[in-house]
């Protein structure tokens, strides 16, 4: 059975750093594609970023390169978003997903449940 | 970053109606395009990949259609399970999600 089960969220002081964890079983960690994806209440769907399977390539949504960065540990087959410089607007439920793919297609094809960020004084 | 743009924000339907969304892309995409359903308080889930192919375990009254910048989501018969907002995603260029459609009551 696939599971992505997200943790590390809560509350936080504007400025404040957060790591967000996401553990993953059922399926390749070490060959999938990983991304994150954020809901702030009542809002649609953000695109944060992605890793390669290897970690060597990462991309980032313009509004948080250089405060946000992923990581990936494949031998504890764990995924990773350390949040730094947080604003009020960086509050939202934060999704961990799988990234499968037929040939050259993607997909994010599991989710975790999410985790709560609130950044507020 | 590609926006997507999604019509209508909000569809007041009916169980057994003929629903169909948009998704429009700001520059062409091919077929990069995927569908996700949201329920409130839940995970989105995969429907459509790759414009038109059905995601396992998805019903069949789901279909998707279009290449370019102009897809489409159609529901062939709505079902009650099938209140919810619906999200488009390109993936030709990073990842974008469009703003959503609630199909509602």
């Known amino acids: 059975e696939v599971q992505l089960v997200e943790s590390g969220g809560g509350l936080v002081q504007p400025g404040g750093s957060l790591r967000l964890a996401c553990a993953v079983s059922g399926f390749s960690f070490s060959n999938s594609w990983m991304s994150w994806v954020r809901q702030a209440p009542g809002k649609g769907l953000e695109w944060v970023g992605n890793i390669k399977p290897d970690g060597t390539e990462k991309y980032y949504v313009d509004s948080v390169k250089g405060r946000f960065t992923m990581s990936r540990d494949n031998t504890k087959n764990s995924l990773y978003l350390q949040m730094n410089s947080l604003r009020a607007e960086d509050t939202a439920v934060y999704y961990c997903?799988?990234?499968?793919?037929?040939?050259?297609?993607?997909?994010?094809?599991?989710w975790g449940q999410g985790t709560l960020v609130i950044v507020s004084s | 970053d590609i926006p997507m743009t999604q019509s209508p924000s909000s569809l007041p339907a009916s169980v057994g109606d003929r629903v169909t969304l948009t998704c429009r892309a700001s520059?062409?995409?091919?077929?990069?395009l995927n569908w996700y359903q949201q329920k409130p308080g839940r995970a989105p889930k995969l429907l459509i990949y790759?414009?038109?192919s059905l995601q396992s375990g998805v019903p069949s009254r789901f279909s998707g259609s279009g290449s370019g910048t102009q897809f489409t989501l159609t529901i062939s018969s709505l079902q009650p399970e099938d209140f919810a907002t619906y999200y488009c995603q390109q993936v030709f260029s990073a990842r974008s999600f469009g703003q959503g459609t609630k199909v509602e009551i």
């Open positions: 997903a799988k990234e499968g793919h037929s040939s050259s297609w993607y997909y994010f094809d599991w």
């Open positions: 520059q062409s995409i091919s077929t990069y």
């Open positions: 790759a414009a038109s």
